[in-house]
């Protein structure tokens, strides 16, 4: 290796930082206002870690409040644009005036600190200020991503016991209305106690517990409400390994410090940048990357509200251009569909305002970093790749401000702080050039509080893999100067367009059909999405395949889970590959789809199984073919 003056100076300080993590993150700390400082800046009950213990804040004040005394005051805080052209603007002071107005409003309706509020709303200017309303009272927010199903919502409530959903009328997408108020409208919860929506057509009728917001609400000021540092901001639900979403518990004061932090030392955004990461705020990206770092750090973002490619796939380097981003985040999945597209495109628009991009979601492939290097970023812009998850809170691997060496596909190193390590099974240290799992050997103040309502999946998802590491569940591997890639998921989660789905809760929702009796799902790598879903069904008896049965199955699953599942096929088979113990072997219908070797086969229940499965994947290159 060459000798890079940024990066040894960047290794120097990140092994300072690990030195004494305390202190350093002790001093940390103040990237964000308190109203009373911590006693204690780490607690640990292991798996258990609280981060700032006895510090005292409120995420609404953090993110608006604080900034009314300076030149942030009249500093805008998002730009948005829809579909249709129509546009708005908020400046911080305009949007602790709505923020307040709207827990006033909420007050009213009886919301109070530690009630859970589910939002299901589109991409708004107003779904912030709901955001940030729920904190200023210090209640807990559930955002549920607006193209989640009835079901999903239903089973989100009973989880957390919602008194409240905010919702919208509707939204568009790709010129079509969506609507949201009738998803959540028949929704019948004995906790439910109010459905606040927001009218956007004037078409909304108030009745019984249906309240509309109304835009015009008076500015009253509303006391933000004392939480300590570990009293939880939210909960936000992501897919596992069984069937029920888990409901991963964010803190205040460790998440707020560690995401304003993280964003700041990834992407290196000052009081001149105008940020725009296109995450839906339903996903954790939005909470930590599109609400509550940008606005802990004063900064001016742009939200879109709409398809990336709608009416052309122009629209979002128009945008660019028009609203002079500086620093652009979003998903290999929507790279890869612009590469498509061809760069054309991207010519007529004039990106030299861009001085970073980022990644995140899935890995991205050298190919597709080169192309957003050389096309979107002119050769200028460094990118930063992204690794994290919902469960991290922020960013944990990501190349410091773009200014170490960049390695196409690899999410380089760690953020200050936080160390991480790629080992075997066992937990030993894997040497460079060896794949393993990557895990994360300190604590950091993004961390989840837990599962909420369940210790146990927590201790035992995250904590039981390894002694005293915590364990993501993905594959990785280093090269010699520790710069980390990653390779994909471990465990049965597969990654469509970058959204986490459990293969077992796809599974769940194919037998919620009433027509399988049993289903197996694998990902399967996908050009555009990363990867997709693969089913192989057995049919109840007397049921016969055809295709009216097959989209029956992928309506039921749509019914259940949402548009995010996408399936590049189902196949009927008599049996399924099991072993002797009666386990699907998910690994062997996956290396036959995707031409692995199959590897030891003896632990199967009965060699015929394999064959069908082998007839199905000749079924699917006729398809392809
Ligand atoms: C999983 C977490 C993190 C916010 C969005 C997704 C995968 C995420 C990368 C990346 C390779 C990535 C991992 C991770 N992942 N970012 N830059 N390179 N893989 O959050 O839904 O909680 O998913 O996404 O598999 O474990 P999430």
Redesign the pocket.
Known sequence: MYYYPHLNRYLDYHKQSLQDIENFWDYQGRIIPWFKRWEKVLEKNHPFYRWYVGGYLNASYVCLDHHLDSIRRNKIAYYWENELGQTESVSYLELYNRVNAFANFLKNLGVKKDDVVLIYMPMVIDSIVAMLAVARLGAIHSVVFSGFSKNAIIDRIEDSKAKYIITATHTYRRGKRIDLFPVVKDIDLPYIEKIIVLDRDGNFKEEGKFVKWNKDLEFVYVTPEIRESNDPLFVLY?SGTTGKPKGILHSTGGYLVYVASTLAWAFNVNDDSIWWCTADIG???GHSYVVYSPLALGLTSFIYEGAPDYPNPEKWWSLIEKYKITEFYTSPTALRMFMKYGEDHIRKYDLSSLRMLG??????NPEVWTWYYENVGNKKCPII???????TGGFI?APFMGIIPLRPGY?SLPLPGIEVDIVDEKGNSLPANTKGFIVIKKPWPGMMLGILNDEEKYKQTYWSKFENMYY???YAIKDENDYIQ?L??ADEVI?IA???IGTFEVESAILESELAAEAAVIGVPDELRGEIAVAFVTLKEGIQSNEEIKQKILMKVREVLGPVVVFSNIFFVEKLPKTRSGKIMRRLLKSILTEKEIGDISTLEEEASVEEVRKAYEELKKTLA
């Open positions: 992501t996903w954790i990206t990644s995140v979601g899935e890995p991205i790749d992204t690794w994290w998850q919902t469960e691997l999410a993501p569940g993905d990653l994909g998921r990654k970058g959204h986490r």
